[in-house]
């Protein structure tokens, strides 16, 4: 019942946070180490989301390609380019819109569509995809629903999901579909792993 009232206030605290910016883009502040060893801000700004794949809003808020992770004290490691899968031995740290979809836009979309842009770093194990917004990368996957609902589609079944849920993903068959009226905001956090 507690984890519930964190979890909860954490998502209110981020939904009220970014009440007063534009819908699409979100604050980041990351903090380091400055060259006397105090903490400090290196970065404090708002991150657009930027047009990507399929019409989904996105931005990458931190990337890493090493494990154990590293420190970048200077850098801002959110524009290393990355796929839809995290970097070998690396996270990323996103946040990606799903505006609605309306049967006939998802009728014609190309099957596999996105299963294509995984590419070759896909686990080998899962079923073929069935819907083209259907995937699995070789990652486990923490997600936090925002804002709007969502389906998350699987190989055989359907979930549906609202704010405040949370997901784990690990390497399996999924598609996010957003058959309501809202565009559906969700944080990712992907964990590059090993191959299941």
């Known amino acids: 019942m507690m984890f519930r009232t964190i979890q909860s206030f954490a998502v209110a605290t981020l939904l009220a946070g970014s009440a007063t910016?534009?819908?699409?883009?979100?604050?980041?502040?990351?903090?380091?180490?400055d060259a006397d060893n105090k903490a400090v801000v290196l970065f404090d700004s708002r991150m657009p989301l930027q047009a990507g794949l399929l019409?989904?809003?996105?931005?990458?808020?931190?990337?890493?390609?090493?494990?154990?992770?590293?420190?970048?004290?200077?850098?801002?490691t959110s524009s290393i380019p990355v796929g839809v899968s995290p970097l070998d031995n690396?996270?990323?740290?996103?946040?990606?819109?799903?505006?609605?979809?309306?049967?006939?836009?998802?009728?014609?979309?190309?099957?596999?569509?996105?299963?294509?842009?995984?590419?070759?770093v896909a686990p080998a194990r899962g079923r073929p995809v069935?819907?083209?917004?259907?995937?699995?990368?070789?990652?486990?996957?923490y997600a936090v629903?925002?804002?709007?609902e969502i389906d998350m589609v699987l190989d055989d079944s359907v979930v549906r999901l609202k704010p405040g849920d949370t997901i784990v993903q690990?390497?399996?068959?999924?598609?996010?579909v957003n058959h309501g009226t809202e565009t559906c905001r969700i944080?990712?956090?992907?964990?590059?792993?090993?191959?299941p």
């Open 187 to 195: 944080l990712f956090v992907l964990m590059d792993s090993k191959q």
């Open 145 to 148: 629903v925002l804002s709007g």
């Open 21 to 33: 910016a534009q819908a699409s883009d979100i604050r980041r502040v990351v903090t380091g180490l």
């Open 90 to 120: 690396g996270t990323k740290f996103r946040v990606v819109e799903f505006p609605p979809l309306d049967p006939a836009t998802e009728s014609k979309m190309e099957p596999g569509a996105l299963m294509k842009a995984v590419g070759p």
């Open 55 to 76: 019409g989904l809003q996105a931005t990458n808020l931190w990337v890493t390609n090493s494990y154990p992770l590293g420190f970048s004290f200077k850098e801002d």
């Open 170 to 176: 690990q390497a399996t068959n999924h598609a996010w």
């Open 130 to 141: 069935t819907h083209p917004l259907m995937h699995r990368t070789r990652s486990v996957d």
